[in-house]
């Protein structure tokens, strides 16, 4: 039974704990369930679907459209998505990705645009993705290549490739990043949702990763879509997906926590039960030394992480800072604990099948996606930085 007393900390308010034990109790009864590892589509969208009908996808739309909160609620997001990562990390995709694939519609989308992509996600009728990546463009953004011009007044044609892309060839619609030229570099990108059977957008191929989900590389050739369909104005595309990225970044975090926290009871169960020179494995200092680093780190990074969700349900515009220390660190940290917690099982941790080995291959995506550890560096400094100078570095 994970350690839930985090739950009493100042960051967050009564109806938190309550979301929280409600997840966990659904997860414990509903998650393994749905998932085949043998059919990670299917395990998809039956994860979806069973959000849905739990109620759990109204966390991730505004009350406008269904959702809990008037706006999004981070220490939720990051409470389901630690919770559901506890519990299997084909949950907490499914749940991350119908936030992710819809917050730029939530944070820039007008009502006909909220009104036409939200709901089908929040009932789980329809799967959302969220397409930024190109082959050439993956940590540097702005270099991105796939364009879209005009073609007549009120429509434009999408020309490149996404690649990486979740829920790739399951979802449907996309939110995409293109180029539209109306200053160089990031001053001149657009977001746009297109929807995946629009003529002209393919699946290129399918992506096979250590920690299999659905992912896809995108092909767009002369992709027609309206204009109508455009979040927020001509050339914001570069603050869209980063405002985007400002609230569920954080929850990347929360990800990679339950990832850890599973990892320690793993860990602690089993030096529980092995006996080794006469003792339980538990009774050895270098055990406890490492149970020591997990339970510190575990610790550390839930601080980090619950500090930034409530930093930015508390008003802050931008959480930049806190948002890329929490990624930055929960990720770090946790692919350390799944490590100690594969080596405290011996050859069994890794074993195929053995949730740590399972953890072990789950946690490692994290610390590049959404920013590799690198660039949270980069954006911490840059902040630390502008704050010394008052903002003028
Ligand atoms: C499982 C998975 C799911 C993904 N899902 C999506 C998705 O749904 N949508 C989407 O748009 N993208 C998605 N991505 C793409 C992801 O965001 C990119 O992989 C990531 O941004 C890194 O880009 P890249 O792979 O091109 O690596 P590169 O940009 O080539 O970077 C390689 C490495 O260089 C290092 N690095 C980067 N910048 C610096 C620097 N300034 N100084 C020193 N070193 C640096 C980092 O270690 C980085 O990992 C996903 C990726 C994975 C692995």
Not at 2 to 27: C, T
Not at 58 to 76: I, M, N, Q, T
Not at 145 to 150: D, I, K, N
């Amino acid at each position: 039974m994970a350690d839930r007393s985090f739950l009493s900390w100042p960051f967050f308010e009564p109806h938190h704990a309550e979301l929280a034990n409600g997840i966990d109790a659904w997860a414990r009864e509903n998650v393994a369930g749905l998932i085949d590892h043998h059919d990670v589509d299917g395990s998809c969208r039956r994860l979806v679907a069973a959000l849905a009908d739990a109620g759990w996808l109204d966390l991730v739309v505004p009350a406008s459209h269904g959702g809990w909160y008037p706006k999004l609620d981070v220490r939720s997001l990051c409470l389901a998505r630690e919770i559901l990562g506890y519990h299997a990390g084909l949950a907490d995709f499914s749940f991350a990705m119908q936030g992710l694939g819809t917050g730029s519609i939530s944070l820039f989308g007008t009502d006909a645009q909220k009104d036409r992509w939200l709901p089908p996600v929040r009932e789980g009728r329809s799967i959302a993705a969220f397409a930024l990546s190109e082959p050439d463009a993956g940590s540097d953004v702005a270099a991105m290549t796939t364009t879209a011009t005009p073609d007549g007044n009120d429509h434009l044609r999408i020309d490149g490739e996404k690649t990486w892309i979740s829920n790739g060839g399951i979802a449907g619609h996309y939110v995409v990043f293109v180029r539209t030229g109306e200053a160089p570099g990031a001053r001149g990108l657009s977001a746009f949702v297109v929807d995946a059977d629009t003529p002209g957008l393919e699946i290129a191929e399918r992506i096979e990763v250590i920690a299999p989900h659905p992912l896809a590389r995108l092909r767009f050739n002369g992709c027609r879509i309206p204009v109508s369909n455009r979040l927020g104005q001509p050339g914001e595309g570069f603050k869209v997906a980063m405002a985007t990225l400002d609230v569920f970044r954080a929850t990347v975090g929360a990800a990679a926590l339950g990832f850890a926290r599973r990892g320690l009871d793993e860990a602690l169960d089993r030096v529980a039960k092995r006996r080794m020179f006469g003792a339980p494995l538990a009774d050895l200092q270098m055990s406890q030394a490492a149970l020591a680093d997990m339970a510190t780190e575990v610790d550390a990074a839930a601080l980090l992480v619950y500090r930034a969700a409530w930093a930015k349900d508390s008003g802050a515009a931008r959480v930049t800072r806190e948002a890329s220390m929490a990624k930055l660190y929960a990720t770090e940290a946790a692919q350390r604990v799944v490590d100690r917690a594969v080596q405290l099982h011996g050859g069994l941790g890794v074993t195929t099948g053995v949730k740590v080995e399972e953890l072990y291959r789950e946690v490692r995506a994290l610390r590049i996606y959404e920013g590799a550890s690198e660039v949270q560096k980069i954006v911490i400094a840059r902040q630390v930085l502008d704050a010394r100078t008052g903002g003028m570095a």
